[in-house]
């Protein structure tokens, strides 16, 4: 069973997207990636997917709780995103993991220009230089 609050379709599947986006990339990287070895496992390749993985999993967790901030760990989930579907294809023999973090960047992406927290620290941080509060 589904428990959804104030979730749309849009942000639904958002979730679904991140869901799938941490599950295919943790997998590749601990199954696929440490078999393969060379260029699968080199320090930056694989610290990505695995930061991938983890922002993914927050992105969903942050709109599962339907937090106000949602939509900025949206837009950081995307950034990553893009650049673990570039670092794979790079690599090569990592379709799945490409595609994924595509679907997943371009949803987060959406999710990311729907709202803007309400006192987003760009908001509050749009002083001019030498004034202080």
């Known amino acids: 069973m589904t428990h959804q609050t104030s979730q749309n379709s849009?942000?639904?599947?958002?979730?679904?997207?991140?869901?799938?986006?941490?599950?295919?990339?943790?997998q590749m990287a601990?199954?696929?990636?440490?078999?393969?070895?060379?260029?699968?496992?080199?320090?930056?390749?694989?610290r990505l997917m695995i930061n991938c993985s983890e922002i993914c999993q927050t992105a969903a967790n942050f709109m599962l709780s339907?937090?106000?901030?949602?939509?900025?760990?949206?837009?950081?989930?995307?950034?990553?995103?893009?650049?673990?579907a570039k670092s794979c294809e790079q690599v090569g023999d990592m379709?799945?993991?490409v595609q994924a973090c595509?679907?997943?960047a371009e949803s987060c992406e959406h999710m990311a220009a729907q709202r803007q927290p309400a006192g987003s620290v760009r908001q509050s941080s749009d002083v001019s230089p030498g004034a202080h509060a």
């Open 10 to 26: 849009d942000m639904q599947e958002c979730i679904e997207a991140c869901k799938t986006c941490h599950d295919i990339c943790l």
């Open 30 to 46: 601990l199954t696929h990636c440490l078999r393969v070895g060379g260029k699968h496992v080199e320090e930056e390749h694989f």
């Open 66 to 84: 339907d937090s106000s901030w949602h939509a900025s760990v949206c837009a950081a989930c995307a950034d990553v995103c893009d650049a673990c």
């Open 95 to 97: 379709d799945e993991c």
């Open 102 to 104: 595509r679907h997943c």
